[in-house]
């Protein structure tokens, strides 16, 4: 018998999104996260997106414009943000949805908790990415991104914080960054830079605003 993907989001919340074999069963990743899901609808729903269906999952959308979705994982539930790399971020809890993502970001829940925790940021990113669609702003894709050096790649293996903020930059600060890396010949030599502005991508910095921040002190 042939799935059908869900109209509502009740009917998603009650069956999963129905694009896998486990739709409709006690396995469904949807069931683990019942209560965490439940708990951010109803935050979405005190901002006036429009709750919709699409791809088979709950989908938020301002003026027609897709803005968030509800997702459900093995390990976690998330809320994803179309134009996530445009938010600011100032509680550092954004993640980038795989490392070739350049637009979406996402916030991941694994208690119930921890998304009551952290209603307010909730709210506070949605409001904030409806204003981005309401300025128009949109990501600028890189045709041809920048490739990461090895000694960065390194160092994300070895801190998983620190890959986090990296990720969590807007696609141009992490493009400043990768090409002022890959710069130096010698290994030791990119590997100490990486060292070196750490601190400032841990703070959310990025490369050209510390060159600034520098020239704005020497002048004074």
């Given amino acids: 018998m042939k799935k059908i993907m869900p109209e509502t989001v009740d009917a998603y919340l009650m ?5 896998c074999k486990l739709g409709a069963t006690p396995l469904c990743k949807v069931n683990n996260w019942q209560q965490e899901l439940v708990a951010i609808r109803k935050m979405i729903a005190s901002t006036g997106l429009v709750e919709t269906i699409k791809w088979g999952v709950p989908c938020y959308t301002y003026n027609n414009a897709n803005i968030a979705i509800l997702s459900a994982f093995k390990e976690y539930c998330s809320l994803s943000f179309f134009k996530g790399a445009l938010l600011e971020d100032p509680y550092r809890v954004l993640h980038q949805q795989g490392e070739s993502s350049q637009a979406a970001r996402l916030l991941k ?4 908790q921890d998304v009551l925790d952290h209603q307010n940021i909730i709210k506070e990113y949605l409001f904030e990415a409806i204003e981005i669609e309401q300025e128009g702003k949109k990501v600028i ?3 041809n ?7 960065l790649l390194q160092q994300f293996q070895k801190n998983s914080d ?9 696609p141009g600060k992490q493009r400043g960054y990768i ?4 710069q130096p010949k010698q290994s030791v030599t990119r590997i100490a830079r990486i060292e070196k502005c750490t601190p400032q991508i841990m703070n959310g910095i990025g490369f050209h605003d510390e060159y600034k921040m520098q020239s704005k002190t020497s002048k004074i």
Avoid: H, V
């Avoid at 829940?109 to 119930?112: A, F, Q």
């Avoid at 620190?162 to 807007?170: D, E, G, I, P």
């Avoid at 090409?179 to 890959?182: A, D, G, K, V």
């Fill in 109 to 112: 829940y694994t208690n119930l």
């Fill in 141 to 143: 894709f890189q045709k």
């Fill in 145 to 151: 991104p920048e490739p990461i050096p090895e000694e």
């Fill in 162 to 170: 620190f890959k986090n903020a990296f990720f969590a930059l807007t």
């Fill in 15 to 19: 069956n999963g999104c129905m694009r």
């Fill in 179 to 182: 090409i002022y890396f890959s």
